[in-house]
């Protein structure tokens, strides 16, 4: 079998877990036991802020080096010819789909 993701993004993969689990705890730590509130906003930003700075860094990796990554918007490789999504769609296995915009009083 072979190995789809290398040593470094698995270690990636895990630092990024023991952080997101880390922030977590610190949020609701900080919850019961902050009296100013202060630490609170700061982990509560920092659980909202670190996954979503993560996803632009991963997304724009991905467009950079033309890899399709998890954060791309169209996974499966699902992208119009056109650069537009069309309201016609079809298949060309021995099965065809077609979906297209009808109002129901026509």
Request: charged share 20%; aromatic share 10%.
């Amino acid at each position: 079998m072979e190995n789809r993701y290398s040593t470094k993004q698995r270690i990636a993969a895990i630092i990024g877990l023991v952080l997101t689990f880390a922030l977590l705890i610190g949020l609701v730590l900080s919850a019961l036991f902050d009296q100013s509130g202060r630490l609170f906003q700061a982990f509560l930003f920092a659980s909202i802020g670190v996954p979503i700075l993560c996803w632009i860094y991963i997304w724009l990796y991905g467009r950079m080096t033309g890899k399709k990554t998890i954060a791309d918007f169209r996974p499966e490789g699902d992208t119009p010819t056109d650069g537009q999504a069309s309201e016609d769609a079809s298949t060309s296995d021995d099965d065809t789909i077609t979906i297209s915009k009808r109002h129901p009083h026509q």
